[in-house]
């Protein structure tokens, strides 16, 4: 892998393994459905080895799952005890009762989980949509929060790039129905062939296995009666929460984070741009930068031991915990 290190960031360049197969649960994982008031959340967990280590909380991005963290986890068991939620409307997580899909609306899912199940203060990861969660997360419950690792967050950009403009047009009323309507004929294969390109830096990453597991994963997913719905509200959730101003918005939020931050960006990232690195590691008051300038959107998928090593030299600088 080639690398371009900007001034003052850490680029790392590395031969990671190819991405895991996608779907299903890993051997090693363990699924339960968590059923609160108002809705049910389908956790994922890799209980730490040894046990008692600190808590860790992942949270996937937009169309995604709880799975998109499976390469990652094992590579942090040794040092955190990991669970990755679905969102609600996502992965094997029904849609919530009040059908909030806004930022805020995950964000209080995720703080709901973590009070029902008294394990905060957490490790909290997200990625894209999740990383603005997780941001809302760590901004407004402090206590909650141990440290705080975005990939490639959905952070608000003035100049979104031109790749992400159709993710964003599925805010548009009507606009998700339509493209469901124009887009019926396409098979599962082409679909998924679509999302590994918009995401991966490189789709040639992802094993033969991996693609038919992907495959499966978005045929099961279109048969969602909710599918289009959970996509198109959450999107919407983005593009709102990027015109909020004032206290709510999510660079101002980002400023009142408190927890060591570690941010991870992709050089070939197509939805979340590259640039926006130096702005969020001016923003948030404790952080460090990694980039990978040959990853996508999901660095975690891609490249997952440089990205565990960087949480590794986090913790390390904190004393381990």
């Not at 031969?15 to 890993?26: E, F, L």
């Not at 790749?163 to 599925?170: C, D, E, F, K, N």
């Not at 999901?298 to 997952?304: D, Q, S």
């Amino acid at each position: 892998m080639s690398s371009t290190e900007l001034p003052g960031i850490r680029a790392v360049t590395t031969a990671a393994p190819p991405a895991p197969d996608a779907g299903g649960v890993v051997e090693g994982e363990e699924l339960r459905s968590v059923a609160l008031p108002g809705l049910t959340l389908t956790v994922r967990s890799r209980p730490g080895e040894p046990t008692g280590l600190p808590p860790a909380l992942y949270v996937h991005g937009l169309g995604g799952s709880s799975h998109n963290w499976s390469a990652l986890m094992p590579l942090l068991q040794d040092i955190v005890d990991g669970e990755a939620v679905d969102l609600p409307g996502f992965g094997d997580s029904p849609p919530p009762d009040d059908g909030n899909y806004s930022v805020t609306g995950h964000a209080r899912a995720v703080i709901r989980l973590l009070d029902a199940g008294e394990r905060g203060p957490v490790h909290l990861f997200g990625n894209s949509l999740g990383g603005a969660v997780v941001t809302r997360v760590a901004a407004v419950r402090p206590d909650l929060v141990r440290t705080l690792t975005l990939v490639s967050p959905a952070l608000p950009e003035l100049r979104v790039q031109r790749t992400a403009v159709p993710t964003g047009l599925l805010a548009v009323p009507g606009a998700a129905a339509l493209f469901a309507r124009m887009t019926r004929q396409w098979s599962a294969e082409d679909r998924t062939r679509g999302v590994l390109g918009l995401c991966y830096g490189d789709p040639a990453r992802v094993t033969e296995a991996g693609f038919r597991d992907a495959v499966a994963e978005t045929e099961r997913r279109m048969e969602l009666p909710y599918f289009w719905d959970a996509m198109a509200r959450s999107a919407r959730g983005i593009v709102d929460a990027y015109t909020l101003g004032g206290q709510h918005g999510l660079w101002r939020q980002a400023e009142r984070v408190l927890a060591p931050t570690l941010l991870v960006y992709g050089g070939r990232d197509q939805l979340v741009s590259y640039r926006m690195a130096r702005k969020a590691s001016a923003s948030f008051r404790d952080a460090r930068l990694l980039t990978l300038p040959d990853a996508g959107h999901v660095a975690m998928m891609e490249y997952p031991e440089a990205v565990a090593q960087a949480f590794r030299d986090l913790l390390d600088e904190r004393g381990g915990s």
